[in-house]
């Protein structure tokens, strides 16, 4: 998964994951804030398509919130004390919205195979009667 | 596609710079989050690397890496960050020490995959009559979070340091339950 890495931004679409502090994990300092600031700091340069929020871990720990934004402009220097922004590939991305592959049961390889082999069936008659005229 | 692991491992920079004489700079944010939802044994590599520094009188870059783990109903965070006025007292999980030349210096890097946990026993002689290691090279966790603190002493104007940090986790041995059901989220088929 690509990163960037270097200021400024280039346009583009971006993910990152930002950390809040909670009574668990208090001493740091509040992701989001700093975030928030550099957006407000770019306004019109940057844009937050998404954002999605986690509850704090049961065993404890900061908050976690994916935040999903687009460079548009040359924005002012990214806080990469944050962590380094991922670089997006779909618009539609989310933190949660991943689609499993899915690989097909035994059972539903050998009906593929049955259906197969019943379609090569018809197309080997087909060949015949076309042989017979 | 964001992998289910993306958060086992993360990177951050870490940039002071001063405008003024004499500046204490301190840093510290998240790197990394697991909610892994059963136990397992991670290892880890901790890495920092000084990308560049400019100092007009030597400086120690003080990096430290601070781990919470937790499995069923016990958590505890191994480090806190500056949480004493005297840094030395504060035992973080990791730390690293970067001595900083006068003039312009970096491409620096120290890692490591294990780490020595504090002294057993503080009435014990020194050195122990009995060596007593202490090396940890994997955490048991269902949950784990790494955190990091930087600190760096600059003292004119001009002086500045830039530096990389990160952590990489995974467990020692990785067969995802979701795989039972033919399920592979984070894409692990194909692989080369």
């Known amino acids: ?133 | 596609m964001i992998h289910p692991w993306h958060m086992w491992g993360g990177a951050a920079q870490v940039t002071a710079s001063t405008s003024s004489a004499g500046l204490n700079y301190r840093t510290q944010g998240q790197l990394a989050r697991i909610e892994y939802k059963r136990p397992e044994s991670w290892r880890f590599l901790f890495y920092a690397k000084v990308l560049r520094s400019q100092t007009s009188n030597p400086a120690i870059l003080d990096v430290q890496f601070f781990v919470i783990p937790g499995v069923g109903r016990a958590s505890t965070q191994l480090g806190t960050p500056f949480d004493s006025t005297v840094l030395n007292l504060n035992i973080p999980f990791e730390r690293f020490r970067f001595l900083l030349p006068i003039g312009t210096g970096g491409a620096v890097t120290k890692w490591s995959t294990s780490v020595n946990g504090p002294v057993r026993d503080d009435t014990a002689v020194v050195p122990p009559v009995v060596p007593t290691p202490n090396v940890v090279d994997s955490i048991p966790a269902q949950d784990l979070q790494v955190s990091y603190a930087a600190q760096v002493q600059l003292t004119l104007p001009g002086d500045e340091v830039q530096a990389e940090l990160g952590v990489l986790l995974a467990p020692w041995h990785h067969a995802r339950p979701d795989w039972q059901a033919h399920k592979f989220v984070g894409e692990e088929l194909g692989g080369k």
């Open chain 1, 1 to 133: 998964m690509a990163v960037a890495k270097t200021n400024p931004l280039p346009n583009g679409l971006y993910w990152i994951d930002l950390f809040s502090p909670t009574s668990s994990a208090p001493n740091m300092k509040d992701g989001a804030i700093v975030f928030t600031s550099w957006t407000k700091a770019n306004a019109g340069r940057v844009k937050v398509r998404r954002t999605e929020t986690f509850p704090e871990p049961l065993l404890g720990g900061p908050i976690r919130t994916w935040v999903q934004f687009e460079v548009i402009g040359p924005p002012g220097a990214f806080p990469f004390g944050l962590g380094y922004p991922s670089i997006s590939t779909d618009p539609n991305e989310s933190a949660t919205s991943a689609e499993p592959v899915v690989i097909p049961e035994f059972g539903d390889w050998l009906q593929g195979i049955a259906g197969n082999l019943e379609g090569l069936a018809i197309l080997f008659v087909l060949w015949e009667l076309s042989k017979k005229r």
